[in-house]
T-cell receptor, first 112, second 112 residues
Framework: GQQLNQSPQSMFIQEGEDVSMNCTSS?????WLWYKQDPGEGPVLLIALYKAGELTSNGRLTAQFGITRKDSFLNISASIPSDVGIYFCAGFWIQGAQKLVFGQGTRLTINP | EAGVAQSPRYKIIEKRQSVAFWCNPI?????LYWYQQILGQGPKLLIQFQNNGVVDDSQLPKDRFSAERLKGVDSTLKIQPAKLEDSAVYLCASARSHYEQYFGPGTRLTVT
């Protein structure tokens, strides 16, 4: 099946720092979603992107749908302790029978 | 609005036993999904329902897994008999539109 390569796998930052993570694929995706998962909970949808080049914000979070339709990135500005968790990118592969494919996740740890 | 409900939250069984999980989607969401999330990985789709019909079950191990969605609302996922490698979190998600899927808290299954 199609895979999404998410990086970095983990991040250790200081509170207040900005965070950037990305997701790439060798194939074209027609929708990108970013989710956050806290321990013991299901993923929570943060941002949905539908068009190449689209830049969307949700509070301190900003995500972009890459022009090539093969990548997406998520930025978090001025991180706070509640940002700790695992961030997943997910996409609908244009040739993939409309299955939502997930990346492996980026684990964010914040030192106060 | 109420989110996706799942039960039980945790289940421990011995291999070769059977187990069932229950999901109640967000009201009005016609599409329901079951995902398997192995520790350290992103969720992987097992089966997708549209109302009470199966849209995609290509990744469901049908020799041991079964799922149904009677009356197009609640759904159950069953494993019989369980194997050690079935230890994972089983996530239910629902969607009004296909793209924005909302997840429940999951059921953590441990097979010993």
């Amino acid at each position: 099946g199609q895979q999404l390569n998410q990086s970095p796998q983990s991040m250790f930052i200081q509170e207040g720092e900005d965070v950037s993570m990305n997701c790439t694929s060798s194939s074209i995706f027609n929708t990108w979603l970013w989710y956050k998962q806290d321990p013991g909970e299901g993923p929570v949808l943060l941002i949905a992107l539908y068009k190449a080049g689209e830049l969307t914000s949700n509070g301190r979070l900003t995500a972009q749908f890459g022009i090539t339709r093969k990548d997406s990135f998520l930025n978090i500005s001025a991180s706070i302790p509640s940002d700790v968790g695992i961030y997943f990118c997910a996409g609908f592969w244009i040739q993939g029978a409309q299955k939502l494919v997930f990346g492996q996740g980026t684990r964010l740890t914040i030192n106060p | 609005e109420a989110g996706v409900a799942q039960s039980p939250r945790y289940k421990i069984i011995e291999k070769r036993q059977s187990v069932a999980f229950w999901c109640n989607p967000i009201s009005g969401h016609a599409t329901l999904y079951w995902y398997q999330q192995i520790l350290g990985q992103g969720p992987k789709l097992l089966i997708q329902f549209q109302n009470n019909g199966v849209v995609d079950d290509s990744q469901l191990p049908k020799d041991r897994f079964s799922a149904e969605r009677l009356k197009g609302v609640d759904s159950t996922l069953k494993i019989q008999p369980a194997k050690l490698e079935d230890s994972a979190v089983y996530l239910c998600a629902s969607a009004r539109s296909h793209y924005e899927q909302y997840f429940g808290p999951g059921t953590r299954l441990t097979v010993t």
